[in-house]
T-cell receptor, first 114, second 113 residues
Framework: EPEVTQTPSHQVTQMGQEVILRCVPI?????FYWYRQILGQKVEFLVS????????KSEIFDDQFSVERPDGSNFTLKIRSTKLEDSAMYFC????????????FGSGTRLTVV | GQNIDQPTEMTATEGAIVQINCTYQ??????LFWYQQHAGEAPTFLSY????GLEEKGRFSSFLSRSKGYSYLLLKELQMKDSASYLC??????????????FGTGTRLTVIP
């Protein structure tokens, strides 16, 4: 069964440093997403991406965040200057279309900011 | 805005049936998802409802009433491995092309022998 893969599985970084979280969506999917889940809290939408541009973003997705599809397979989330409160599990997801049920999550990257 | 409510925790006995409720208030609606999430892992898809009624899938069933803003997930013949968090998520259609999901806080189910 096709999977969304994320690397690394766990990243520790110092406050103020830049991090890049990487995702490889399912190959025939067209829509890509980032969500985050702070420990013990709910999964929160960050951003969606289609046709090489952001289609939606939440209030959480401020100027410190950016996304990119640098090539035909990778989808990245960059946090420019990490804060302690950015510590969370970050999930990438992809879907083949709008409105369907083929919404698949990756296994996540646990980001710890110290 | 979006508001999705579900109980925080539930406990049930192995072999029994458990119903996890979810109520929602969203500005638009384009489907409701149920996901299972084990600690430290990704959400995995269980079921999807966009029309009123019951969807059955093996030991899992999900029900939707759009007029009441209500859904439930029914788990039958509970197994120990069903101990996990169950997430209710609504896809909002308020904006054209919206496809992001809004999640509840999840219901942590503990199955006991």
């Amino acid at each position: 069964e096709p999977e969304v893969t994320q690397t690394p599985s766990h990243q520790v970084t110092q406050m103020g440093q830049e991090v890049i979280l990487r995702c490889v969506p399912i190959s025939n999917h067209l829509y890509f997403y980032w969500y985050r889940q702070i420990l013990g809290q709910k999964v929160e939408f960050l951003v969606s991406f289609y046709n090489n541009e952001i289609s939606e973003k939440s209030e959480i997705f401020d100027d410190q965040f950016s996304v990119e599809r640098p090539d035909g397979s990778n989808f990245t989330l960059k946090i420019r200057s990490t804060k302690l409160e950015d510590s969370a599990m970050y999930f990438c997801a992809s879907s083949p279309d709008l409105g369907g049920i083929g919404y698949t999550f990756g296994s996540g990257t646990r980001l710890t900011v110290v | 805005g979006q508001n999705i409510d579900q109980p925080t925790e539930m406990t049930a006995t192995e072999g029994a049936i458990v119903q996890i409720n979810c109520t929602y208030q969203t500005s638009g609606f384009n489907g409701l998802f149920w996901y299972q999430q084990h600690a430290g892992e990704a959400p995995t898809f269980l079921s999807y409802n966009v029309l009123d009624g019951l969807e059955e899938k093996g030991r899992f069933s999900s029900f939707l009433s759009r007029s009441k803003g209500y859904s439930y997930l029914l788990l039958k013949e509970l197994q120990m491995k069903d101990s996990a968090s169950y997430l209710c998520a609504v896809r909002d259609s308020d904006e054209a092309g919206a496809n992001n999901l809004f999640f509840g806080t999840g219901t942590r189910l503990t199955v006991i022998p």
